[in-house]
């Protein structure tokens, strides 16, 4: 998540009031999250993937590479998208 927050350019505090949290204990929360100290609830994960501009699947991955894949993937439109998902089947049959 930190990633995504220092590519935005939001302070941790910016991001906890951007989400909804309470100005004063925004930065702390967010920080938590970051550390891995709590995990955020669903509804506030989706809220910060809104905010990022990050599919909320972006928070859940264990692979790192993965993870920047779906945070690359976010900016492209739905017919690119299509494009990407066909090389990817053509790239998987050719591996047999």
Known sequence: MRTAR????LPQDRLGVLIGLDEGSSSARISRYETGIHQPPFEVA???????????AYFYCSDD???ELLFDLADFTEAELASIKNSIRRVQKKRG
């Open 6 to 9: 220092e590519r935005a350019k």
């Open 65 to 67: 590479q993965i993870a």
């Open 46 to 56: 989706e809220k910060l993937a809104g905010v990022l501009g990050v599919p909320v």
